[in-house]
């Protein structure tokens, strides 16, 4: 591992009292210094540059024994608004965050059924954008930049989409058409970083610096967190657990490999653990993912004792799968996350918590804390948004270490700029 510089060190810093602070919401500066273990200088001094920035703001003052008032600090959602753009095989939804990472609005169009190109996405992701900022014209500040999440392997440095088996990707361009649609600067990434970057700052990367955080959905993966930072690997590939071998010779799965983890427990792989157990169960005929999980959830409540064993084996799967992680990673902790956690979270937690330790050694599982998060299912948007941050920040001269470097940065002088003027008029509604 290359030995930190002490602008490394520095960005890394910086990066910890500002995720303390979205975290805290309201803290003054001796709670920064004594969350992240940095000296009160270097907080004072940290501090000092994000509020000259206007990224945060002086909340107040508190009093102290005997002394001057203690001022408090606290993000500033006047600085700017930030687009955060979650596209899957089913949807394209954008969301309008402030710079305190506070939601303000979203707009959502559904896809039709089958491949899709990168125009026909960047053009609905245009109209998404159209219709929030004409519902939005007062809006304080500037737009100041987009996170844009895609599925499949993303690598943001080269900006391509290197593999979308859903939709018959490879090596798609994605730069070029994402810019034309969106007059902002983008960074791009996938699901599962954004996930983990959520979670890296507001939630177990706020106890934990060694972690894994697994996501459940139609797709598979685990974010890696090494040391407080994001495992991305040289094309943004580490963490694709999902299609790690479960089962040699095992089902196939859509990466066009077979016995993956994510053919026993993605979607399909627990729909297709179901037609093991009843072949003529009626749930096989739910085609619409979401819809399938909460009904065999409701069906597993009800009694139904072919649900029942669907969500058992499923757990077994994710035990096994859980298991490898630890083993090989040794983290300090696991989170699962992910839709399917939204619905059939409860379930699954039970039957892992019953087997992991069986499938794990016992040196690296004595220590483990695993935890499921039943979310709203909203965490793609909320990182994204802060990658969209990040990228702001290191447009500005305040980077953080967290993040994919954005192809765009380096080569494209539009994408420089540090924002963009929220239009007042001449922006197209997306019909409801």
Known sequence: MATKTSKDIRNESRFMVLRTVYALHTVTRAQISAETGLSPATVTTLVGELVDEGVLREAGQISSQGGRPTATFQANPQRGALLAVDVAETYVRVDLFDTSLARLDQERVQLDSGAQSIESIAEHIRRCIDALLARHPDLGGEVLGAGVSLPGQVDPVRGVDVFAPNWGWHEVPLMEALESAVPVPVRIDNPLMALATGELWFGAGRRFRQFVAVNLGTGVGAGIIVDGRLLRGPGNSAGEWGHTTLIWNGRDCRCGRSGCVEAYVGVEGIRATLGEVAPDHELLAVTHHRDFIERLTRAD????????????????????????????????????????TQYAGSELRGRVRERIARECLPGPSSALSLEFTEADGEGVSLGMAVLALEGFLARVGLPSPSSAASPAAAVDGRSRRTGWAIPHSGATALPH
Do not use: K
């Open 301 to 340: 409540a009800s009694g139904d004792t072919a649900a029942q064993e669907a969500l058992q084996r499923t757990g077994d799967y994710l035990a096994a799968g859980i298991g490898n992680l630890v083993n090989l990673l040794n983290p300090e902790h696991v989170s699962v996350l992910g839709w399917i």
